[in-house]
């Protein structure tokens, strides 16, 4: 996936020679707004009303886009028309990891369709989490309405992808090394198979429809059990690095503790504050965010508050390197450092604040993830879609 400006301010141009960027400028715009007026198109693209109109109507066409008028709309005048994603163009969204394999379907206007999360035997290699995907691929699709067409899958892995080819370069806690698993999970299912980096997918989809939408600079910190990733907006584009592999946020160096990380790195922020760590003290083998949340919210054990209140501290000192070096208006936080935000705000922003610098800091804000479990979902499925969004006309799209 290609670094891309996130607000929706590309400028159409009129011409036949551009039809298809202009195709793709209306349809990422109608994806990204979920339900926008016409004349909003025209007013944001800059193309003139016959051609937004034309552009529309091809688009609806091929099933892609919805017309209708909206409810303001009354007998006097030009009618006023709405325009929405369709709920009968589907991505699959994938995420394996340590514990479970979670599965969804996602219309293309945003609609979660269905999900499922399915527990794993302990360290589950490739080929049991391509197995077990690809099953609940095959179920989910039977169940998908009459015409309803497939755009592809996306997998959101927890560890460093090459995304050119679909390979899995290293998933340090899963214990995966040089894994083709796009091409395998493309082989099982006969679809098209995109993969991206878990952390990095949750950036995307903040900034596109949550906590950091519509802003230009940004910090995203993801912590799940995989560790922590991140990703950056700057100027309005992610930051992907010269191969692909920016965003490894969790690897920043924030204490001279010898605990090290899932990569072998000491005294990082990975290393100083785990999710594992919080399974353990609650006895719990595994958790979604939510339940983990709530014995978080719940615990009166002196040893629990201890070791929260101490990663609490890791994650202010990370951030506030990070508010040091990227100066962003926002730091958005998804897995379970929403948890720990909410246990003490006050004492996390103190710290922050303490190992700033007072004008990198004094403006930004630090915000809770918008999307909750839905993050990698919406992240992974936007793969697909990107590619959909980039050739609609010729995109070819698989029936249920």
């Known amino acids: ?49 016959s051609t937004v109109s034309d552009l529309v109507s091809e688009l609806a066409e091929l ?34 990891e340590i514990d479970a394999t979670t599965v969804s379907a996602v219309a293309l206007s945003g609609r979660v369709v269905t999900k499922e999360r399915r527990l ?12 077990v995907a690809s099953e609940m691929i095959a179920k989910m ?39 083709a698993f796009a091409a395998a999970l493309s082989q099982e299912t006969g679809l098209p198979v995109y993969l991206g980096n878990d952390a990095s ?10 906590a950091a939408k519509g802003i230009n600079d940004a910090v995203f910190l993801f912590a799940g059990s995989g560790g922590i990733g991140g990703g950056v907006i700057s100027d309005g584009r992610t930051v ?16 001279s503790s010898k605990q090290v990380d899932y990569s072998g790195f000491p005294g990082t922020l990975e290393a100083l504050v785990r999710r594992n760590d ?23 054990s002196t ?18 390197t990070l508010v040091n070096i990227f100066n962003p208006e926002v730091v958005v936080l998804g897995g379970f450092l929403t948890s720990l935000f909410d246990f003490a705000p006050e004492n996390l922003i103190t710290q922050l604040k303490k190992g700033s610098l007072a004008a990198a800091s004094e403006r930004v804000v630090v915000r809770k993830g918008a999307l909750g479990s839905n993050l990698l979902v919406l992240g992974a499925a936007e793969l697909p879609f990107e590619a959909l969004i980039n050739a609609p006309s010729s995109f070819s799209l698989t029936d249920a």
Not at 201 to 210: D, S, V, Y
Not at 240 to 255: Q, T
Request: with cysteine; net charge neutral; proline share 3%.
């Open 120 to 131: 794993m035997r302990s360290h589950p290699t490739a080929d049991n989490a391509i197995a």
């Open 1 to 49: 996936m290609t670094a891309d400006k996130l607000a929706p301010a590309h400028k159409g141009q009129s011409g036949e020679s551009v039809r298809q960027h202009n195709l793709s400028t209306v349809l990422r715009l109608v994806h990204l707004q979920g339900t926008i007026l016409r004349s909003k198109i025209t007013a944001t693209t800059g193309l003139n009303r």
């Open 201 to 210: 997918l949750g950036c995307i989809a903040e900034a596109r429809f949550g």
């Open 303 to 320: 040893k629990a508050k201890r070791l929260i209140e101490d990663q609490i501290d890791s994650l202010a000192d990370g951030i506030s």
């Open 63 to 96: 099933g892609l886009l919805v017309e209708k008028e909206t409810a303001a709309s009354t007998g006097v005048g030009r009618p006023s028309m709405a325009v929405t994603a369709t709920d009968n163009i589907v991505a699959f969204s994938v995420n394996p």
């Open 240 to 255: 992907n690095g010269a191969a692909g592999y920016a965003g490894e946020l969790g690897h920043i160096r924030i204490s």
């Open 278 to 300: 919080l399974l353990d003290m609650f006895k719990l083998y595994v958790a979604t965010d939510e339940e983990l949340d709530a014995e978080i919210r719940s615990t009166e």
């Open 141 to 179: 699709r039977k169940e998908l309405e009459p015409g309803t067409r497939i755009v592809g899958v996306g997998v959101s892995v927890p560890g460093q992808v090459r995304s050119s080819d679909g390979v899995i370069r290293f998933a340090p806690q899963l214990g995966w090394v040089e894994s």
